[in-house]
């Protein structure tokens, strides 16, 4: 290794100097480099002395004699413990109760059915009644005769039109024969 008096060199190599992991001429250069910055110098007694406190703590112990037995036990306990019922879960065990044959027969069986079904009957109702989006509802009247219609169309510019651009299209050349458009498109 070349000389080392650039701390950019030296500075990755202080852990392992304080731990004395280093060897040879690479542990002589360090050291020539430590005693002459103080920058390093200060780096390796920080870790010298992180070195010292790990290594003044105390060894730590094994796990006990019985602990595979109380981890298995733990484990066991927690697998095999009932869990909390979920609504969907109670309304089903309260169904299964209510609905379970008895001597006398179904209990609630009808009256529930019953509901059940005006619940299904109710919901749309109310999905349409809640609806928010911007639908405009118009009233259709009866027509008794081409005139009233005539007088309709008449009276509102957007039917009026609307009913030219229909009579326009209606009035246009015929479509054709129908077995004629199907011969075509099998040409294609």
Known sequence: ???MNDCKQIQPLLAEYADGELIGETTRQVE???????VCQSIADDFAATARLVSSLPTPKGPSANFEAMLARRIADECLAPKPLSPLDKLRVWWDEKTAPS???????PALAGAFVVLVALFPAGYLLTRSDNVTVTRVLPLSSPDTAANLVASDPTLTELWDEHTSFSSAQLLGDPATALTGIAEN
């Open 1 to 3: 290794m070349a000389t």
């Open 32 to 38: 020539t480099h430590v005693q002459s910055c103080a």
């Open 103 to 109: 001597a006398a027969g179904y209990r609630f069986a």
